[in-house]
Nanobody, 125 residues
């Protein structure tokens, strides 16, 4: 059974940090491009970060650049999204997705084949 699971969400004050994990069963994440997306209430889901191959480039949306860092943890078959200096506008359900590796990180939802159920991140005083 192919499954992606996000974890690490929660409630944090502005300026705080959270570390999201995307783990998988039934597939080895090392062989997939990984994307992070988020959906805030009343808004469309938006791309946050894309991780191409294990040694390939990582891209970030301008809104999170310099604050969020994506990385792979091969030993745990996981992809991590470290989120620092969180802002209220970062409040959303965060999703990870897996898709085929290409020379560039994937940014479109349609490029991904597998999705997790999401984890809630709330940034509030």
């Amino acid at each position: 059974q192919l499954q992606l699971v996000e974890s690490g969400g929660g409630l944090v004050e502005p300026g705080g940090s959270l570390r999201l994990s995307c783990t998988a069963s039934g597939l080895t994440l090392e062989f997939y491009a990984i994307g992070w997306f988020r959906q805030a209430p009343g808004k469309e889901r938006e791309w946050v970060s894309g991780v191409s191959s294990s040694r390939g480039p990582i891209d970030y949306a301008d809104s999170v650049k310099g604050r969020f860092t994506a990385s792979r943890d091969k030993a745990k078959n996981a992809v991590i999204l470290q989120m620092n200096n969180l802002k209220p506008e970062d409040t959303a359900v965060y999703y990870c997705a897996a898709g085929p590796i290409k020379v560039r990180p994937l940014r479109l939802e349609s490029e991904y084949d597998y999705w997790g159920q999401g984890t809630q991140v709330t940034v509030s005083p």
